[in-house]
């Protein structure tokens, strides 16, 4: 874990002029977005783009399928370079570093923020290989301290008691929702500042989701998440912050609370309500 | 604006309950307050009587309601809806019970009471009627300006309740033996100016829908 925490005091330090200090109220902003477009060689996905995400908060970004809410988060780590002929403006600003500057290295970015996916997809391996995976390419070789991490990450993913008997075991026996929260766990391991989650519940069961939800409301204790997610109640349920997203537009940005009894956007009502289209 | 057809009909129903609730609701009104001018005590009975069915109005409004919040998982105007549906039938069911009280007093004074009824009694019944009208219709059309009318209605019938309670109170001195008779008159006046305070929460109920604000009316 030492890697990580060298990195965090960098980021830090070259932040200062950006953050408040911890002990104030006020929370420090750790993904600023400014201006942002995208494109997807012609296709206009991204327009216009301003948004800051807080530290330990939970962002919902909602919007109708094809929307451009995925293809957002995805920029957040930069895993939209994946997709050819992507190009992008503007800036987003990772706790004071122009992520999408071509100079930031991209494998430092994820190890700092960390996603689960729709799907659960865990390696054809142990559960305790799982989690150890990444602390382990990171450099950390000591049984001890792997040991360690791995009880912690399944710890904090609220899985440790249902597989502490049988880490050994291939993590494909476990059902969706264990998977899904092993996931986490090895997203954990590597001790991230934030977890980017697309749609990480849509293809569990309800008390399997109600877990994940529960979970996601202690994790931002420790880490800021921004969740992509088609249930609207499941926004409205565990989000600090709720964006409404329409045609590559962010249409609304505000307190859940509010946008979910109050919407200013007349769109924001129609889709929260059912009545879009 | 498209979609929801069904949940929008079920909207549509409360609304039609609601405003049943608040027609009987009037007619009980002007019942219990004909039935305490004319000491008329089976009248006054038969109002005991149909409060009931306004009861069980008011409790099938509250279980619709409470059916499409589970079923639905309203937000948004769909909440405030019927939020302010259980409210206003709330209101409406405590209206009730304030004429079904004057039904009460109508009782317990008799029919050979021998006291004239304060004139101040009728009037503030046709305003609170008037309140009731201006508040259903302002639901109806979701029209925040006659919310904020009910207000300033209700200061009128707020003074002359004041007024009638001051002569009611000077009428004690000079005729302490009737002083049951008139408390039974004054009681009568409250439970009167109560309804007009309901009326007004239906305003803020309405501002509420519309603007997604709570305002007290009342102060």
């Known amino acids: 874990m030492s890697m990580a925490t060298d990195n965090k005091v960098q980021i830090e330090v070259s932040n200062n002029h950006t953050t408040t200090e911890n002990n104030t109220t ?20 991204l327009k216009d783009i301003n948004l800051e995400m807080k530290e330990n908060e939970v962002t919902a970004i909602i919007g109708p399928s094809g929307c451009g809410k995925s293809t957002y988060i995805k920029t957040l780590n930069r895993m939209v370079e994946l997709v050819p002929g992507v190009s992008t403006t503007g800036s987003i600003a990772y706790k004071g570093n122009n992520i999408l500057d071509k100079a930031m290295n991209v494998e430092d970015l994820r190890t700092r923020v960390g996603m689960v996916f729709q799907k659960p997809n865990p390696f054809p391996k142990s559960i305790y290989e799982n989690v150890a995976y990444g602390p382990k390419i990171h450099g950390i070789k000591k049984k001890a301290l792997l040991d360690d991490i791995v009880e912690k990450s399944l710890r904090g993913a609220a899985i440790w008691d249902e597989v502490k008997d049988r880490l050994n075991e291939n993590a494909y026996g476990l059902s969706g929702g264990q998977q899904q929260r092993i996931c986490i766990a090895r997203c954990l391991a590597i001790e991230p500042d934030v977890i980017l989650m697309d749609e990480p519940t849509s293809a569990l069961d309800p008390i399997s989701t109600l877990k994940i ?14 969740i992509v997610t ?7 349920r565990i989000s600090d912050r709720t964006v409404f997203m329409l045609n590559g537009e962010v249409v609304e940005f505000s307190e859940t609370d509010q946008l979910f009894s109050n919407p200013k956007d007349k769109r924001t009502e129609d889709y929260i309500t059912g009545r879009f289209g | 604006m498209v979609g929801r057809e069904a949940f929008q009909g079920e909207l549509q129903h409360l609304e ?7 027609k009987k609701t009037k007619e009980q009104l002007n019942l219990a307050i004909d039935a305490l001018y004319r000491a008329d005590v089976s009248q006054a009975e038969q109002i005991i009587q149909n409060d009931k069915e306004l009861d069980q109005l008011d409790m099938k409004i509250n279980e619709e309601a409470i059916v499409l919040i589970a079923r639905q998982q309203p937000v948004a105007t769909d909440l405030r809806r019927l939020v302010v549906a259980l409210r206003i039938s709330n209101d409406l069911e405590r209206m009730a019970d304030n004429a079904k009280n004057v039904a009460k007093s109508t009782i317990h004074l008799g029919e050979d009471h021998g006291i004239e009824v304060h004139p101040s009694i009728q009037e503030m019944k046709l305003m609170a009627v008037e309140m009731i009208d201006l508040a259903i219709l302002s639901y109806e059309n979701e029209d925040v300006t006659l919310a904020r009318r009910l207000a300033e209605l209700d200061d009128v019938v707020d003074n002359m309740y004041s007024t009638m309670l001051r002569e009611l109170l000077e009428e004690t001195a000079t005729n302490p033996q009737k002083i049951q008779h008139i408390m039974q008159m004054a009681f009568s006046g409250r439970y009167v100016e109560r309804i007009g305070d309901h009326a007004t929460n239906i305003g803020e109920d309405v501002m509420y829908l519309v603007k997604g604000e709570s305002l007290d009316l009342n102060n």
């Not at chain 1, 202690?218 to 998440?225: A, G, N």
């Not at chain 2, 039609?16 to 608040?22: F, R, T």
């Open chain 1, 26 to 45: 006020q929370k420090r902003v750790v993904y600023d977005t400014k201006n942002l477009n995208l494109w997807y060689s012609e296709n206009h996905a």
């Open chain 1, 213 to 226: 939800e529960e979970l996601i409301k202690e994790l931002k204790q420790k880490y800021t998440i921004i």
């Open chain 1, 230 to 236: 088609h249930n609207m109640q499941q926004a409205a």
């Open chain 2, 16 to 22: 039609e309950l609601i405003i049943e609730l608040a």
